[in-house]
């Protein structure tokens, strides 16, 4: 998740940076435009209509919203770094740079989450009761928690080329910078994506006949989850793959170098596409999002906790 003008672009043609730039910016610009107000609708709706305490799907839902907000609060940023280089210094590039990676982290977490208590919810609702409120309390605090500590290496890695005006890593080795980028595919992709997988295809398999699966509505909704966070997510962890095997070819003119640096800034802008539709995909898209699990019975708390 290296920054978006971060890459060197030397020795591409003006006319496509230029080209690229607009794209980038253009798809950065409508996601903010479309992405803020839905979030802050879901945000809206969640805390104005719901009377008692808030479960734990609906925190989540909050959770989620807050980090899409937070991501998406940072893109008028990033729209004039694409355009006119990084201009406000080193301090404010780390900060910048820390708050874009903890949202997205949080955002991938809190999915990832979401996943998991389903399948506690419906599959070992016994287990889950256990945790009780104060251990729901205690794992979001742990979400973001491990977000700010898969976040931090980028406040000691990152600096500003003050000539260049774009953000630069320093890490000190061609080792170094090959583990940085496994652990940023591995921790923010790779296991993600292998739990929510693993998660829901135990739900279908053994719960199939219940009415977490007999509606059309939600099984479109799971699968769309799924589906969702690979397609915005796999171009990253791409580009990611890509800058692996230039280090590790130790060959900084080779054409795979040159066709990353070509796509990489175009790529990296549809993670913020997942900010923009995941109001759509975990709120909007069900019907019972106001309403609260009124039943403790494992066939309802199942029932519940797909509908909340």
Not at 138 to 149: D, T
Not at 192 to 199: G, N
Not at 280 to 301: E, G, M, V
Request: charged share 15%; net charge positive; aromatic share 8%.
């Amino acid at each position: 998740m290296e920054h978006l003008n971060s890459s060197n672009s030397s020795g591409l043609n003006p006319a496509s940076q230029a080209s690229d730039r607009l794209i980038s910016s253009s798809i950065l610009g409508l996601c903010c435009t479309l992405g803020l107000p839905g979030n802050i609708a879901v945000l809206a709706v969640i805390l104005c209509h719901s009377h008692r305490r808030l479960n734990f799907t609906l925190c989540l839902m909050l959770n989620l919203a807050s980090s899409d907000i937070l991501c998406l609060a940072t893109v008028p940023l990033w729209i004039h770094t694409i355009l006119h280089g990084w201009t406000m210094g080193q301090a404010a590039c780390k900060l910048a740079t820390f708050l874009l990676y903890l949202s997205l982290y949080a955002n991938v977490l809190t999915v990832t989450l979401l996943g998991i208590q389903r399948y506690l919810q419906v599959l070992k609702p016994q287990r889950w009761s256990r945790l009780g409120r104060k251990g729901e309390i205690m794992l979001l605090l742990a979400l973001w928690g491990l977000a700010s500590a898969m976040a931090a290496p980028v406040m000691v890695t990152l600096d500003v080329n003050i000539c260049k005006r774009k953000f630069q890593h320093h890490t000190g080795s061609d080792d170094e910078i090959v583990i940085i980028l496994v652990l940023e595919t591995l921790l923010g992709f790779v296991v993600p994506l292998t739990v929510l997988v693993t998660c829901y295809c135990c739900l279908h398999r053994r719960v199939n006949q219940t009415a977490l699966f007999s509606s059309a509505k939600l099984t479109r909704l799971v699968t769309c989850v799924v589906v969702a966070f690979f397609i915005f997510w796999v171009p990253v962890h791409i580009v990611n793959i890509m800058d692996i095997a230039t280090v590790v070819l130790r060959d900084s003119q080779s054409e795979l170098l040159k066709y990353r640096i070509r796509v990489a800034r175009v790529l990296r802008s549809f993670t913020f596409v997942n900010s923009c539709l995941n109001p759509f995909l975990y709120a909007f898209a069900s019907r019972r999002i106001r309403q609260q699990p009124k039943t403790t019975s494992k066939k309802d708390i199942g029932i519940q906790s797909t509908k909340s």
